[in-house]
C-alpha cells in the first residue's frame, strides 16, 4: 500500500482507462471499482449486439477487476448501474442475477442517464469489501 494506505489495482483482462483515473482503488478493507463499459479488453472495441451482450461483457470486465484484487461478486456491496434506457431493466437483471447468485445481493442502485462514454448502453461500477 501507498503512503496514504490505498493501493491501485491493475489487470489486463479489464479495458485499460480511458482517461485519467484508476481500474480499482483498494483502500484499506474497501475496493472501489470505477466505472465499466462493454469494451472488450482484448481489441479496446465494443462489443456486438444490444444490451444483453453489452450488459455481460460489462459484468465480465467488472469481474476481471474484482479478480485481480483476490475477491468475486460475492464479496460486492454496493453497485451502480448507468443506463442508456430504463426499458433494458429486465434484460439487466435478468443478466446481473447470474453473476449475483448469493442471498444477500449488494445494495443497488439503477439510474436513465442520456449518454454514456463511447455511447456505449451501460456502465456499472462497484464498492467491495475485503475484510474478513
Known amino acids: 500500500m501507498s503512503s496514504k494506505g490505498v493501493s491501485p489495482i491493475r489487470t489486463d483482462k479489464a479495458p ?3 482517461g485519467p483515473y484508476s481500474q480499482a482503488l483498494r483502500a484499506g478493507d474497501f475496493l472501489f471499482v470505477s466505472g465499466q463499459i462493454p469494451l472488450n479488453p482484448r481489441s479496446a472495441s465494443i462489443v456486438a449486439g444490444g444490451i444483453r451482450e453489452q450488459t455481460r461483457q460489462t459484468l465480465e470486465n467488472l469481474g ?3 479478480k485481480e484484487a483476490g475477491i ?3 464479496r460486492v456491496i454496493r453497485v451502480d448501474i448507468f443506463l442508456k434506457d430504463l426499458t433494458d431493466f429486465s434484460t439487466l437483471n ?9 442471498d444477500a445481493k449488494p445494495a443497488r442502485q439503477v439510474v436513465e442517464v442520456s449518454r454514456l462514454p463511447r455511447d456505449v ?3 456499472i461500477s ?3 469489501y475485503l475484510g474478513l
Open 16 to 18: 485499460a482507462a480511458i
Open 64 to 66: 476481471a477487476v474484482l
Open 72 to 74: 468475486g461478486f460475492e
Open 94 to 102: 435478468e443478466i446481473y442475477a447470474s453473476f449475483f447468485p448469493q
Open 121 to 123: 448502453l451501460i456502465e
Open 126 to 128: 462497484c464498492i467491495a
